[in-house]
């Protein structure tokens, strides 16, 4: 009986889901946070500081910066440096070399980039293109 009951209850969800429009939600990122991300993302090569933020998405730096670790759960650094290692992963699969990448992800000096990536990675970037097995943060 209560199996049948069950059914019944279902099958009346069912339809009635079916009548009705998909609920929409709202934006689950807030703008500033998403619109610090895109920048990020697009300006990746060149030097991304709170200042420069400030000037290109019209809040104070340490409002963008408090409203991106709220939401993210990381630092603004920490996704920057995050984003420029991948892209240093990618590009060095891809048979760049080292120097270059250096570089092409904006480091500006090598020290800091074989630096900043063994302590990422595991491995040097020399190394981590030579075994292409290595995976992120391993």
């Known amino acids: 009986m209560i199996d049948a ?6 099958v009346g969800v069912n339809r009635n889901m079916a009548k009705k429009e998909l609920i929409k939600y709202p934006r689950t990122m807030p703008e500033i946070v998403s619109d610090t991300i895109n920048y990020v993302n697009e300006h ?3 030097e991304i500081t ?10 104070n730096g ?5 409203c991106f ?5 990381i630092s603004l650094q920490q996704y920057i440096i995050a984003r420029k290692i991948m892209r240093a992963c990618r590009l060095l699969r891809e048979g760049h070399s080292p120097s270059d990448v250096c570089y092409e992800t904006g ?13 990422k990675v595991g491995v040097s970037p020399k190394k981590y293109q030579l075994n292409k097995d290595f995976i992120l943060g391993q």
């Open 69 to 73: 670790r709220n939401t993210t759960g």
């Open 5 to 10: 009951y069950f059914k019944l209850i279902m």
């Open 50 to 59: 709170l200042k420069v933020l400030e000037s290109h998405l019209y809040h």
């Open 107 to 119: 480091f500006g000096n090598y020290s800091n980039f074989s630096r900043t990536f063994s302590k």
């Open 44 to 46: 990746l090569t060149e």
């Open 62 to 66: 340490t409002y963008i910066s408090r």
